[in-house]
């Protein structure tokens, strides 16, 4: 699925293409992805010239790209706002590793983290005047590992809408469920967890497609022949699989706020997910809300949704509703509100 993007005025955007080249040629000559990021991001910091910070109103910085940043941004006297695109470092670790202890032929993601990233994105959080998340989930981990509330806002991420293919005026008088998932083929988005889940209760009348890059698929887990995989898919290839599938499953398990979640809700599709999406899927509304890691829940919800066809419906009708009810109040907030001035 290609990238969301926006345009952006070239005359207004300043870049350092070496940093990002270097970056690559370092981990394809074995650096750890980590480590090459790692560096990339502090060289970029200290790129950036003394007069752009001096003549900002507020600095604003990314998670794991700000540390340098802050400290420049609190020398100039100038307030520093970092952008906390997921949730807590830790919390995203632990629950990485817990992925890993059930799928351990997936667990490529789930590493601890360096204690030199991990002493940067604490000085983060530490040197922030306040912490923008695009969810309360998001948040709530920033809490636990003793990030104060006060310094935490809720600023929900929008995205640009997809194609008009999206009216879900499709009969669906026919039989049988179609389920879509979306994303990074990896083990944090819960695919193996959806996989064993499709597995345990699937019916000869459904089917799940898998869209996304499959370079990350591992060479030791086997690939199930009742299940579709298109590949990466373009944003309007993604707007006809939300007008040809039934149900959109998302069983991540460590997210900011999945933007595909919202674009699904936009394409008319009920939404079964985990608490990642918490905010923006209504739990018996909109969708169905999953626990964590738990292959049996995730099963029946599937299940129940495909023997429910009225209750789907519905619920795609409200999901949609409601989608397009958070994009106009994100415009909104964006144009008007205090912290988006």
């Not at 990642?276 to 299940?303: H, K, Q």
């Amino acid at each position: 699925m290609n990238r969301r993007s926006v345009d952006i005025p070239r005359k207004r955007l300043r870049t350092r293409l070496w940093t990002e080249v270097t970056a690559q040629i370092l981990q394809r000559t074995g650096l750890h992805p980590e480590k090459a990021w790692y560096w990339r991001n502090t060289v970029f910091q200290k790129l950036i010239p003394e007069t752009e910070i001096r003549n900002a109103d507020v600095v604003i910085g990314f998670d794991t790209a700000s540390h340098i940043l802050a400290r420049r941004a609190q020398h100039a006297g100038k307030p520093f706002v970092l952008e906390q695109s997921i949730l807590d470092p830790k919390a995203k670790e632990q629950a990485l590793l817990k992925m890993a202890s059930h799928y351990p032929e997936w667990a490529g993601e789930a590493t601890q983290r360096s204690a030199p990233l991990l002493r940067a994105e604490r000085e983060e959080q530490k040197l922030a005047d306040r912490i923008s998340v695009p969810s309360e989930y998001v948040g709530r981990s920033l809490v636990e590992f003793e990030v104060p509330r006060k310094k935490i806002f809720v600023n929900p991420y929008g995205t640009n809408p997809l194609p008009e293919a999206v009216s879900r005026k499709r009969d669906s008088s026919g039989e049988g469920c179609r389920f879509l998932f979306a994303g990074t083929v990896t083990g944090r988005k819960g695919v193996p967890l959806l996989l064993e889940a499709w597995t345990k209760h699937q019916s000869p009348r459904c089917h799940l497609t898998i869209a996304g890059d499959l370079a990350g698929w591992p060479a030791c887990a086997v690939r199930p022949g009742n299940v579709q995989f298109p590949g990466k898919l373009t944003r309007s290839a993604m707007a006809e699989a939300f007008e040809s599938h039934d149900v959109f499953v998302f069983p991540s398990y460590a997210e900011g706020m999945p933007m595909v979640v919202l674009e699904a809700m936009a394409g008319g599709l009920p939404v079964i997910a985990t608490p990642v999406a918490e905010g923006v899927v209504r739990d018996g509304l909109s969708g169905i809300m999953v626990p964590f890691d738990d292959p049996e829940a995730l099963g029946r919800a599937m299940a129940d949704l495909s023997a429910e066809k009225e209750r789907r419906v519905r619920m795609g009708r409200y999901a949609r509703e409601r989608a397009h009810i958070t994009l106009a109040l994100k415009a909104i907030r964006c144009l008007g509100c205090q912290e988006c001035r």
